[in-house]
């Protein structure tokens, strides 16, 4: 028996050496591990750093006016800026996925004030909602201003048994879209 219990705690001995090595290496593989995270957190900040004083150095730079200037208006005539204006409209539409259904342009104001110098498209579409975003996005966004100033959405009914994936998916929307933009005033 008593070479059993010197079996017995020989064994056990060396289990508690061998679990105080693991759990040593195991910490030191830790407090690495944290070390490397902060050195690279450190070289990070130091090249944020860098940046910052290179940019800080270099001269601000001044964009010439002319560079920067954006034509708000459509041409000098109601008839040309319609006419732009509803190539835009159309355009937009179809670059974005949709399907015109109706296109027009508004008869002019005769008017001295500045809603003489009104031009107004309408416009009805089918489009998706990604579609319609897009539409809205670039009709806004880009230069001759346009704004629209009615917009009306309502879903489509499904046609057919709906064998595509994207017919069930994306539903179609009709859009009624009244847009207006404003031509330049003619030199006298």
């Known amino acids: 028996m008593k070479a059993f219990l010197e ?11 061998l679990l105080f ?8 593989l830790f407090t690495w591990s944290i070390i490397e995270a902060r050195e690279a957190e450190i ?9 910052l004083k290179r940019r800080a150095a270099q001269p601000p730079q001044v964009s010439s006016p002319q560079a920067r ?15 732009e204006l509803q190539q835009r409209v159309v355009g937009v539409i179809e670059n974005a996925g949709g399907n015109l259904v109706t296109v027009g342009v ?26 319609l975003q897009e539409l809205l996005y670039h009709l806004e966004s880009e230069a001759p201003f346009v704004f629209v100033e009615n917009l009306l959405v309502n879903r489509l009914a499904q046609r057919g048994s709906g064998d595509t994936e994207e017919a069930q998916v994306l539903p179609r929307l009709s859009v009624d879209l009244r847009a ?9």
């Open 106 to 131: 508004d008869p002019p104001v005769t008017a001295d004030d500045e809603s003489g110098r009104r031009v107004v498209v309408q416009a009805v579409a089918e489009l998706s909602n990604n579609s």
């Open 180 to 188: 207006a933009g404003y031509f330049k005033r003619a030199a006298p």
């Open 21 to 28: 090595i693991i759990a040593l290496v195991t910490t030191i």
């Open 69 to 83: 200037t954006v034509e708000p208006f459509f041409a000098d005539s109601f008839a040309l800026a319609a006419n």
């Open 43 to 51: 070289q990070a900040r130091e090249t944020q750093l860098e940046t």
């Open 7 to 17: 079996k017995y705690h020989a064994t056990a001995a060396v289990s508690f050496v």
